[in-house]
């Protein structure tokens, strides 16, 4: 089973940059779609950004323009590049991994990596 671990949270004024790293114990080729979500105080866990096995992206309408994903196949890795970042993008953020399965889908989820936004 590939696990996913989370990496590059921390503090960071606003306006600043991140780049949070999602690293897989095995291929992240078994994933047909990986994900970032964050999940903020009081707040339902939102989809940030998704990448599929082809490179195809899908972004978020609170983070198109400031953020990009990227995976990188050969490292196992998964990233996310946060510019411009703002106080409502403290959030915990979390890397997901989706396989889809004839009978049944599965998902695995990181333990997530805190990101916070503050003067």
């Known amino acids: 089973q590939v696990q996913l671990v989370e990496s590059g949270g921390g503090l960071v004024q606003p306006g600043g940059s991140l780049r949070l790293s999602c690293a897989a114990s095995?291929?992240?080729?078994?994933?047909?779609?990986m994900a970032w979500y964050r999940q903020a105080p009081g707040k339902e866990r939102e989809l940030v950004a998704s990448i599929d096995r082809g490179g195809s992206t899908n972004y978020g309408d609170s983070v198109k323009g400031r953020f990009t994903i990227s995976r990188d196949n050969a490292k196992n890795t998964m990233y996310l590049q946060m510019n411009g970042l703002k106080p409502e993008d403290t959030a915990v953020y979390y890397c997901?991994?989706?396989?889809?399965?004839?009978?049944?889908?599965?998902?695995?989820w990181g333990q997530g990596t805190l990101v916070t936004v503050s003067s």
């Open positions: 095995g291929s992240i080729f078994s994933f047909n779609v």
């Open positions: 997901r991994g989706m396989v889809f399965q004839l009978y049944g889908n599965r998902e695995v």
